[in-house]
């Protein structure tokens, strides 16, 4: 496997821990063997930083790990795309999880931590949600996460606080919020809110 870092602190970091390890093969940046596994750092994943992970990737040659500090909703899909093989959140980020995380993505494996699992299920569902409304599917009624979000809604709270208290992004939130309007046809969130208690969801 290889290490790849923004600064020289970072990589001799997670070399050294990786080093103790009889199962991992550490190699220099250089080398991309098909199969290689590369350890990608980063404390913020922006565009420069997935431009970096696709070219490690190389179409599927390589397969990689992304230790993160935070990750943003938006570039969740985009990092999933590249065909990364796990991430670890940069605060976990112990020996016995980097190794863990190495092993899984050396055997093929899929490795999120549950927060960001949870996340990338939401998103999925929003963007499912959206595409059957397109497609003109009928979809009815409220999911139990949508009925959350308008009991807070009809609580008087706005974007962030509902997504403070419900532990979702403020992307997520309007997305679950525009979603539901789409299927349902509704015209606000005053007309969610008046649906959901017609319906007696609230």
Do not use: F
């Not at 790990?65 to 112990?94: F, M, P, Q, Y």
């Not at 549950?114 to 959206?130: E, F, K, P, S, T």
């Not at 974007?159 to 299927?183: G, V, W």
């Not at 046809?185 to 319906?199: G, K, M, S």
Request: proline share 3%; hydrophobic share 45%; charged share 25%.
């Amino acid at each position: 496997m290889t290490v790849h870092a923004p600064d020289p602190i970072s990589r001799e970091g997670a070399r050294g821990q990786l080093r103790r390890r009889p199962e991992i093969e550490l190699r220099e940046e250089s080398e991309t063997e098909p199969g290689t596994v590369a350890l990608l750092i980063s404390d913020v994943l922006d565009d420069a930083a997935v431009t970096r992970l696709r070219r490690l990737i190389n179409g599927g040659r390589t397969r990689a790990v992304l230790v993160v500090g935070s990750l943003r909703d938006a570039k969740l899909l985009d990092v999933l795309g590249c065909g990364i093989g796990a991430i670890v959140w940069r605060h976990e980020a112990t020996e016995d999880r980097l190794a863990r995380a190495v092993m899984a993505a050396a055997r093929g494996d899929g490795e999120l931590p549950a927060d960001l699992l949870g996340r990338l299920i939401d998103q999925v569902n929003v963007l499912h949600g959206v595409a059957a409304a397109r497609a003109g599917a009928p979809t009815s009624g409220l999911s139990p996460r949508e009925v959350d979000v308008l009991r807070l809604v009809a609580d008087g709270l706005g974007t962030s606080e509902i997504a403070a208290k419900l532990s979702y992004s403020d992307r997520t939130i309007k997305n679950i919020l525009h979603e539901l309007s789409t299927r349902l046809h509704l015209r606000n969130r005053a007309h969610a809110v008046a649906y959901a208690l017609r319906e007696g969801y609230i």
